[in-house]
């Protein structure tokens, strides 16, 4: 999902976003700009209001749902990475005891 933000802390409240967009966009009570509709986030004239934003403070993010998305990839991502070293030492392993078990067996046979 989608989410309508303005960084109210840096507007300079000139009314552009307002009288572009009053479907998404009003005067909080010190005059500055606030989302007042989070619907219709494709319209051509929020994006109008974002472009011509002088302080560039208008922006549509994605939610939380979309993070937790990216949680889940990373966390599958260190279980791979995990698996794979798992994978490595196990190999490891298996070459050590096998060049051991070689040079046991040839000291063995020269005695
Ligand atoms: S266009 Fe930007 S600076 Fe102007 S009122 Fe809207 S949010 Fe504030």
Redesign the pocket.
């Known amino acids: 999902m989608k989410k309508l933000k303005?960084l109210t802390d840096q507007?300079?409240?000139?009314?552009?976003?307002?009288g572009i967009d009053p479907e998404h966009?009003d005067f909080n009570e010190d005059g500055?700009?606030k989302v007042i509709n989070e619907e219709n986030l494709e319209s051509e004239s929020l994006q109008e209001?974002i472009e011509?934003?002088?302080?560039g403070?208008?922006s549509i993010e994605n939610t939380e749902e979309d993070d937790s998305e990216t949680q889940n990839n990373s966390s599958e991502n260190s279980c791979n990475e995990t698996q794979n070293k798992t994978f490595e030492d196990s190999y490891n392993e298996t070459q050590n005891k096998t060049s051991e078990n070689s040079f046991e067996e040839q000291s063995s046979r020269g005695k």
Request: glycine share 10%; proline share 5%.
């Open positions: 303005v507007c300079i409240g000139c009314g552009a976003c307002v966009f500055l700009s209001a011509y934003c002088p302080v403070i208008i």
